[in-house]
């Protein structure tokens, strides 16, 4: 991953939220369980999955070196099965880029299952050519 084209913003880092690889259209994080990002089930909180979702697509776009700014315009979260413990990984790709929008999809994993699915739209800012 090249740090000047991103590197993990302050949300990410409150978060805990570590980019184990990045190279477009991909990008893998990974998340410890904290109790303190649960729910008062002891759950990680959907919100946080939400930022999951967020956090990898934009990690890959902006290893694209045209993409100078992202703006989420649209954010979708299937919840599958609930994080109580272990470590979570996060793999996302863009399935689509064009000249404003992009769209990508994220599979978010914990102890070998699959707990989650998301996508997002987003439309973005360019480098002019």
Request: with cysteine; net charge positive; proline share 3%.
């Amino acid at each position: 991953m090249d740090n000047n084209i991103i590197g993990p913003s302050p949300y990410m880092h409150l978060l805990g939220i570590k980019v184990e690889e990045a190279v477009y259209p991909r990008a893998r994080l990974v998340l410890e369980y904290n109790k303190n990002l649960t729910n008062p089930m002891g759950t990680l909180h959907g919100g946080v999955i939400a930022s999951l979702v967020d956090a990898a697509l934009g990690c890959a776009l902006f290893q694209d070196r045209k993409v100078r700014g992202i703006a989420t315009v649209e954010l979708k979260v299937n919840y599958l099965r609930a994080i109580t413990e272990g470590t979570v990984y996060i793999e996302g790709e863009i399935l689509h880029r064009g000249s404003s929008m992009a769209f990508g999809q994220v599979h978010i994993y914990n102890n070998g299952a699959l707990t989650a699915i998301g996508s997002a739209t987003y439309k973005l800012k360019v480098k002019a050519l």
